[in-house]
């Protein structure tokens, strides 16, 4: 069975279907500019295929459906709307009737239900959403606010558009709404589950998942998605509480519907929201003839001009949870930002060495009001702690997945595995190479085993110091940890891997466990964060933001590494590069993007990393986005050989450009400070 998936609705302008309801919800003047898209550029690309293998919805939308299945369900994914609604007209006439991807309309407000259930005159409308629930403790509601938690605000508009809609179309009705979600503490049945479950696309970018009539009654014997009643919920957001002009939920949606069909903006809110906009697009990227939504929010509600987009703006001041106030006050620059602002808590407490949070948001606000341009760099604190380093140094990156449909039978919905790593190491005199990878290609197989074996053999040689680049190897370390735990005793170095992984992680919190082995990973982004602020990139810390930084700053780094020292028989061995290669090259003057230089994961789309990152809403998922959905495209779609070997060799290059950026920040450093 292959389930087709069009890549764009057949359906008029004129409806507010529940995708762009959601979207304005975010912000109301987005929709103007989402349904123009010849005429306003947007980040967020429309990639359908790797949205879908990001968010694994389609992958949970069809398991879902696979419980229905003993109800001789009717089936209306991909049938033009005028047909489904016509269809769905029908069907509903039937006493009990199952329906997927029911379509029903109300003036000029449009659903489409992932599940539709009929019992006599009950109606059950289900929504399927990717997401975990853990019956023991989650809940829809905030803990101490009254409100809805925010982590589920955008599925509970979702689902009460929907039952909006049907009650106004069939009033006479019994409607109850639930959330389709993944059970957290279910263990998948069978093994092999989420190769039943494989994404693909056509010549046309239509998405097509096949593989569902492979499933069994074993797969389905403990059910992975629960539904959890919403009822509650949406009758808080419909009852208690207000949107624009002070409407109530269903006034709201008649309102944006209405200036859909009038082809009307409704009038930008400024707030800390912006920052993140899909339409914020920055003038040097704006494709030819397209506009920036962003800067006619800010024109018009702030009364912008062209300078003033040139500007820092208190959108980006760094880890900053004020802005919303900053923006109501009408202060909209950092230089504008006073000490008062961001003046810590009692309860922030200095640190010995490096910038606390509120110190490195006064940093930024000096370097903007005095126009320096300076960085900082605490020369003390560093040397400090690069006086507690052992060599060799070693540097660690992982690319990692966790499939919302398991790989093994008794694992959880989203339980993470690494399946790659690259590994460089630097001597005290100075000699840098790539000293190991691992990369698992093979389909349907958990890599964690083979990943945690090749990655202990890789750092046992040695006492040295061991670095990652934020939390997330020690995430997947601790989600492996777990891993071994409750495999068997066929594992003969089972107690040595789980020492291993002991030694070199911490434990995550919450997750009780050991005492951190005195190889325990040092985080290089915390010390990025903690003895220095890169006033060109606003004191971001990603390594995509610090490795171009530091390549332009850098008269050292720029005359060692414009050489093409850089091959598998050049001065720095590499283990994926047979010519030796220059990792600083110009373009014009500036030094290109080294990140740029490598080769495209997805050859034939043009799309960026930025714009992948946007697919993801959790950080940790968003840390190593890219080369997640190019592992999940190998496993779950269909593919040649020389497509395959394309992305394997891409993957190996992308990640050893990771660890090397971390080698190079170390060299800077180290140059600052001889």
């Not at 991909?78 to 009737?97: D, F, H, R, Y």
């Not at 912006?274 to 030819?288: G, I, K």
């Not at 630097?426 to 190479?433: L, N, P, Y």
């Not at 068997?488 to 992680?505: C, P, R, T, W, Y």
Request: with cysteine.
């Amino acid at each position: 069975m292959i389930i087709w998936i069009s890549r764009v609705t057949a359906m008029t302008p004129k409806f507010l279907d529940k995708s762009k309801f959601i979207l304005s919800m975010d912000c109301p003047t987005k929709l103007y500019y989402h349904v123009r898209p010849d005429e306003y550029q947007n980040l967020k690309t429309e990639n359908t295929f790797l949205q879908a293998l990001a968010k694994a919805g389609y992958q949970v939308g069809e398991l879902a459906k696979c419980y229905y299945q003993d109800q001789s369900p009717h089936d209306l994914m991909g049938i033009p709307i005028e047909e489904a609604l016509a269809k769905s007209s029908e069907l509903l006439a039937k006493e009990n009737v199952v329906i997927f991807e029911a379509a029903i309309a109300h003036n000029n407000l449009l659903l489409r239900a992932d599940i539709l259930i009929k019992r006599n005159n009950r109606l059950k409308v289900i929504e399927v959403k990717s997401s975990c629930w853990d019956k023991s403790k989650d809940s829809f509601f905030k803990k101490r606010d009254p409100g809805i938690d925010s982590k589920w605000v955008d599925y509970i508009y979702d689902i009460a558009f929907q039952k909006t809609v049907i009650e106004k179309a069939y009033p006479s009705f019994d409607i109850s709404s639930c959330l389709a979600l993944l059970d957290k503490n279910a263990k998948c049945p069978t093994q092999g589950l989420n190769q039943k479950f494989r994404i693909s696309r056509d010549e046309n970018g239509s998405i097509k998942i096949s593989g569902r009539e492979q499933v069994t009654s074993e797969d389905l014997k403990e059910r992975l998605v629960l539904e959890v009643n919403v009822d509650d919920a949406i009758q808080y957001v419909r009852e208690r509480t207000r949107y624009r002009d002070d409407l109530i939920f269903e006034e709201y949606a008649q309102l944006l519907a209405s200036h859909l069909n009038r082809n009307e903006k409704m009038l930008p809110k400024l707030g800390k929201i912006c920052a993140s906009c899909e339409f914020r697009v920055p003038q040097n990227v704006l494709d030819p003839g397209k506009k920036c939504g962003f800067r006619e929010c800010w024109t018009h509600a702030a009364g912008f001009a062209g300078a003033d987009f040139n500007r820092p703006s208190v959108l980006d001041l760094w880890s900053y949870l004020k802005k919303d106030q900053l923006i109501k006050d009408g202060i909209y620059f950092i230089d504008q930002v006073e000490e008062k602002d961001i003046l810590p808590k009692k309860s922030e407490v200095k640190k010995e060495l490096g910038l606390s949070r509120s110190e490195r948001q006064l940093l930024q606000v000096k370097i903007a009001k005095d126009h320096s341009g300076a960085d900082y760099i605490d020369k003390e604190g560093l040397s400090s702690e690069i006086a507690t380093w052992v060599y060799p140094l070693h540097f660690i990156d992982f690319e990692t997945a966790a499939p919302a449909i398991p790989l093994d039978k008794g694992a959880h919905p989203y339980e993470g595995f690494a399946f790659q790593f690259s590994h460089h190491s630097f001597k005290e005199d100075g000699t840098i190479w790539h000293a190991d990878q691992f990369l698992n290609t093979e389909i349907g197989v958990n890599p964690n085993l083979s990943f945690i074996r090749a990655l202990c053999k890789s750092l046992s040689e040695d006492e040295g110091t061991i670095f990652r680049y934020h939390n997330h190897e020690n995430t997947y370390l601790n989600y492996i940890h777990r891993w071994l735990l409750r495999s068997g005793d066929e594992i003969e170095d089972k107690q040595e891997l789980i020492n291993f992984v002991q030694s070199i992680a911490k434990p995550s919190s919450g997750v009780g466990g050991w005492e951190p082995g005195k190889r325990c990973m040092v985080d290089l982004c915390k010390l990025v964060e903690l003895y220095s602020f890169d006033s060109s990139i606003d004191g971001k810390t990603s390594i995509k933001k610090v490795l171009p930084s530091i390549l332009k700053k850098s008269e050292y780094l720029q005359n060692k590494y414009s050489q093409k020292i850089y091959g598998k028989n050049a001065e720095i061995k590499s283990l994926n590069y047979d010519e030796p290669r220059a990792w600083v090259v110009k373009d014009g003057g500036d030094i290109i993007d080294p990140y740029s230089l490598l080769p495209k994961l997805f050859e034939n789309i043009n799309i960026s990393a930025e714009e992948i990152e946007l697919f993801f809403d959790d950080d940790e998922l968003r840390e190593g986005g890219t080369a997640s959905i190019a592992y999940m495209c190998m496993q779950f779609s269909e593919m040649s050989g020389i497509e395959r070997e394309h992305l394997r060799n891409a993957l190996l290059r992308y990640c050893e450009l990771d660890t090397l950026a971390m080698v190079m920040i170390v060299e800077y450093w180290f140059d600052i400070l001889s």
